[in-house]
């Protein structure tokens, strides 16, 4: 006897993540310091995590956290701690740009649930992939094959840019002798 | 979605004894919740105790003697004493990062502490992404430090957490590439199957299995993960000395206990990653000599594996008290012109030990 079944389960799961990502979301927004927003967007970037992991996509959610959650805000909280004089002075806003601001994203939320309604099948489909599909060893293998289904070039391509990066972020911070 | 994918012995018994399926899940939620704790908890208390002891008969000193014998009991009342007293927040902190800050720091622990194997069957969760979830958690124990620094007010302690945040940030990515060097030998990113490709007799442990190399690797672990733990030598980020106590100077009561215990847990969760990574996990020690091996496999893996932990944490401690702190530039100068080159050469070596069949996963 079961009192929850799976489907209703994963769906009070879903609006309960969904509700935290929101919350936070507009905490992040509506939070007066600079550093409360960062910390409030780690929370919204780490549900998003979760909604990643209930749709069986692992490595995305790792990938979320370990860039967004690990790698970005860490900067972005660093960068705040060296620069801007914190708890100082508030941000302030004035109206005629909120109003702006607000337009632009209603207008972005219609195109976005435009765009969602006109997706076919989206009554029918399952919103999960296939078990196993998204999993480490399957991804990765994907990613490697020169087949019809990989994506060696464009790996390739993405690795041969990173190191381009790299190499020129090195080049910028280097000191040379003489130069102090 | 009730049922977890993974088949676990305990958690098979109950679900098939609870009549109920959400009751069972629950049970099975809270066994290992409670399980968790227990180690972190039960494994803090005793090496604060080690700790001290450890340091004082390094120093020729006998370290906590009155509180029962050989002052065992010194820590159960030093946690009581942590319990009872006031937490306050100094005046202009940020209040709500200000206790927000050892709560974030705390998850990374325990979240380690979910996916390691202690036995066979000793596991809250085995999962395929497990070496990548290690590298990705440890951020929320940079952002715990950088954000509790930050809401004390207070100068020393905003020092502290950006030192300790850069050294954290730096030798991460030495910590994130040994990992990812064992998890090439090994072929899996599961610590469950970490360790079983271990399996034989001393010499198929990946610090000895890789000729060289993994010996290597295990050194280079060392270094980065101590950097890591923020532990001494390189303590630069509580350095008492220049900083008074570091990112929790201003922190008291139950907020500076777990700062303590994070630090703590650390060490054990750090262990036990070094333990399955290259000592072979909860696999009992064989030289290859059937008569001895029969004896040592009696030994069940869960002491075999608290065993490695401990001498892991013994020589973490040893290292502490022998070795004297570098300088902030000496530090940030060791990870990324040595450690950095030398771990991606230890990369690419990997990679020909393998294409060349000296190693086989």
Same mark, same amino acid.
């Given at each position: ?10 769906d ?5 993540v ?8 507009i ?6 310091n600079l ?5 409030f967007?780690i929370f919204?970037?780490v549900?998003?995590?979760? @909604?990643?992991?209930?749709?069986? *996509?692992?490595f995305?959610?790792? $990938?979320q956290?370990? !860039?967004?959650?690990g790698g #970005?805000?860490i900067f972005v909280?660093?960068?705040i ?6 708890g ?6 004035? @109206?005629?740009r909120?109003?702006? *601001?607000?337009?632009?994203?209603? $207008?972005?939320?219609? !195109?976005?649930?435009?765009? #969602?309604?006109l997706?076919?099948?989206?009554n ?11 999993s480490l060893?399957?991804?990765a293998?994907?990613l490697l ?8 070039i464009?790996?390739e391509i993405i690795?041969l ?9 090195i080049?910028i911070a ?7 | 979605?009730?049922?977890?994918s993974?088949t676990h012995p305990?958690g098979d ?9 959400e009751?069972?899940y629950?049970i ?6 409670v ?7 039960g494994a ?5 105790y ?17 509180l029962?014998?050989h002052?065992c009991?010194?820590?159960?009342a030093?946690?009581?004493?942590l319990f ?8 202009g ?11 974030v720091?705390?998850t ?7 996916m390691?194997?202690f036995?066979?069957n000793l ?6 992404v ?19 620094g930050w809401a ?19 030798y991460?990515?030495?910590?994130a590439?040994?990992l990812?060097?064992?998890v090439?030998?090994s ?17 198929d442990?990946?610090?000895f299995k890789?000729?060289?190399i993994g010996f ?22 509580e ?38 990574c290259f000592?072979?996990?909860?696999l009992?020690l064989?030289?290859?000599?059937a008569p ?32 004297v702190?570098?300088r ?7 990870e990324?012109?040595?450690?950095l080159p ?9 990679a ?5 069949g000296?190693?086989v996963?």
């Amino acid at each position: 006897m079961t009192l929850l079944s799976d489907a209703l389960f994963s769906d009070v799961m879903f609006y309960l993540v969904a509700a935290v990502m929101i919350g936070t979301a507009i905490a992040t927004i509506m939070a007066k310091n600079l550093l409360q927003s960062a910390v409030f967007l780690i929370f919204s970037f780490v549900g998003t995590a979760i @909604l990643y992991l209930m749709l069986h *996509a692992e490595f995305m959610a790792m $990938a979320q956290i370990m !860039v967004y959650a690990g790698g #970005v805000i860490i900067f972005v909280i660093f960068t705040i701690l060296l620069t801007s004089h914190l708890g100082e002075s508030a941000l302030h806003i004035k @109206l005629p740009r909120t109003f702006i *601001a607000l337009m632009i994203s209603l $207008a972005f939320l219609w !195109v976005m649930v435009r765009f #969602v309604v006109l997706t076919p099948d989206l009554n029918v489909a399952t919103p999960t992939a296939t078990s196993g599909y998204a999993s480490l060893s399957s991804f990765a293998l994907r990613l490697l094959s020169t087949g019809p289904e990989g994506f060696v070039i464009p790996f390739e391509i993405i690795s041969l840019l990173l190191l381009v990066t790299l190499v020129c972020a090195i080049t910028i911070a280097r000191k040379f002798k003489g130069e102090e | 979605m009730m049922t977890p994918s993974i088949t676990h012995p305990i958690g098979d018994f109950i679900r098939a004894n609870v009549p109920i399926p959400e009751l069972a899940y629950l049970i099975n939620a809270i066994i290992c919740i409670v399980a968790i704790c227990t180690v972190a908890f039960g494994a803090a208390m005793v090496l604060v105790y080690m700790e001290r002891k450890v340091c004082a008969h390094v120093q020729c000193r006998l370290g906590p003697m009155r509180l029962g014998p050989h002052g065992c009991i010194q820590t159960v009342a030093d946690t009581i004493k942590l319990f009872f007293k006031e937490v306050y927040a100094p005046n202009g902190a940020d209040k709500f990062l200000f206790y927000l800050a050892p709560m974030v720091l705390l998850t990374a622990p325990f979240m380690c502490l979910s996916m390691i194997p202690f036995d066979h069957n000793l596991q809250v969760a085995d999962i395929s992404v497990g070496i990548p979830l290690i590298i990705a958690v440890n951020g929320f124990g940079i952002l715990g430090i950088l954000l509790g620094g930050w809401a004390s007010n207070n100068k020393y302690s905003l020092l502290g957490s950006l030192r300790s945040g850069a050294q954290m940030i730096s030798y991460e990515i030495s910590y994130a590439m040994i990992l990812l060097f064992v998890v090439m030998m090994s072929g899996s990113c599961s610590l469950q199957e970490i360790t079983l490709s271990q399996s034989g007799n001393l010499f198929d442990w990946w610090i000895f299995k890789a000729p060289g190399i993994g010996f290597l690797a295990f050194l280079m672990f060392l270094i980065s993960s101590t950097a890591e733990l923020n532990r001494a030598p390189f303590d630069i980020a509580e350095a008492e000395q220049e900083l008074t106590g570091g990112y929790h100077t201003e922190y008291n009561g139950l907020a500076f206990a777990m700062f303590y215990l994070a630090e703590y847990i650390n060490l054990v969760t750090t262990s036990a990653i070094a333990t399955v990574c290259f000592l072979g996990g909860y696999l009992p020690l064989s030289f290859g000599y059937a008569p001895v091996d029969h004896v040592l496999a009696i030994v069940p893996g869960f002491i075999w594996f608290f065993g490695k932990v401990f001498a892991m944490i013994w020589v973490y401690m040893m290292l502490r008290w022998t070795f004297v702190r570098p300088r902030v530039d000496q530090l940030m100068g060791l990870e990324w012109k040595f450690l950095l080159p030398v771990n991606l050469l230890l990369l690419a070596l990997g990679a020909v030990f393998i294409s060349l069949g000296w190693i086989v996963p």
